[in-house]
């Protein structure tokens, strides 16, 4: 079993950045494949991008990609997700999740985080 806590989030301007945190608990961290989620209010939770166990194999959602970077770094226990050129329409609550496979289904992850907000101001 493996938690997750999310950080990193917080309020910026369009055009900005932020870096996402997700850190993880227990010894087994590098034996899951992580993604990243958001979910907007009043829609659905989407995928934004995943990383395979040993960080060699990324894939992204079309509406993030070239802005949007996911990266892990095993021996912390961590996986981030930068997002430069930030937009309003990026604004979210922002989950990581732990499952077997990288893949953009949201019931391939069995374990979640609590999630922590984006907000991209105009």
């Known amino acids: 079993q493996v938690q997750l806590v999310e950080s990193g989030g917080g309020l910026v301007q369009a055009g900005g950045s932020l870096r996402l945190s997700c850190s993880a608990s227990?010894?087994?961290?590098?034996?899951?494949?992580m993604g990243w989620f958001r979910q907007a209010p009043g829609k659905e939770r989407e995928f934004v991008a995943a990383?395979?166990?040993?960080?060699?194999?990324?894939y992204y959602a079309d509406s993030v990609k070239g802005r949007f970077t996911i990266s892990r770094d095993n021996a912390k226990n961590t996986v981030y997700l930068q997002m430069n050129s930030l937009k309003p329409e990026d604004t979210a609550v922002y989950y990581c999740?732990?499952?077997?496979?990288?893949?953009?289904?949201?019931?391939?992850?069995?374990?979640w985080g609590q999630g922590t907000q984006v907000t991209v101001s105009s």
């Open positions: 990383i395979s166990r040993s960080g060699g194999n990324t």
């Open positions: 227990g010894r087994t961290f590098s034996s899951y494949a």
């Open positions: 999740a732990a499952g077997p496979y990288p893949s953009s289904v949201i019931t391939t992850y069995a374990y």
